[in-house]
């Protein structure tokens, strides 16, 4: 999934259809580190984690602005914590019992699992689908 090669509509689509599901697989990945296996909140809902996960990816829309070249690396920087930073803060008011330190650890492993996964699907995932 990770670097489709597509160009072009269809490649817009794919990573439309890529981010929906990174957005899916994300949230799942802190729902059950946040509720099952850290049981910070016994009532947590997939659907407000969901929602608050989706909002706090709002900020990620400043990133369009990288297409300047000379802005590309400060606007990924500060885009990078600004997403980092709201998705703490949705994953905080989405677990109301929770500190913010148990809901920051809770993503930033969740992040972790993220990359790992990402970069399996870089290295093995994309010579496996795509060769030519």
Do not use: H, Q
């Not at 890529?18 to 899916?24: E, F, G, K, S, Y």
């Not at 099952?36 to 989706?54: I, M």
């Amino acid at each position: 999934i990770a670097g489709l090669p597509f160009r072009g509509v269809v490649g817009i689509l794919a990573n439309i259809l890529n981010t929906c599901i990174r957005w899916l697989i994300w949230t799942g990945i802190i729902y059950l580190l946040a509720g099952k296996v850290f049981k910070l909140k016994s009532d947590l809902e997939f659907k407000g984690l969901l929602r608050a996960t989706g909002l706090s990816a709002a900020p990620g829309a400043i990133r369009i602005l990288g297409a300047v070249p000379v802005l590309y690396s400060p606007v990924f920087i500060i885009g990078g914590v600004w997403l980092a930073t709201a998705l703490v803060m949705a994953a905080t008011y989405s677990m109301e019992e929770a500190s913010l330190w148990k809901t920051a650890s809770v993503t930033l492993f969740s992040w972790v699992l993220m990359a790992a996964g990402y970069i399996f699907s870089s290295m093995f995932l994309r010579g496996a689908l795509f060769r030519r």
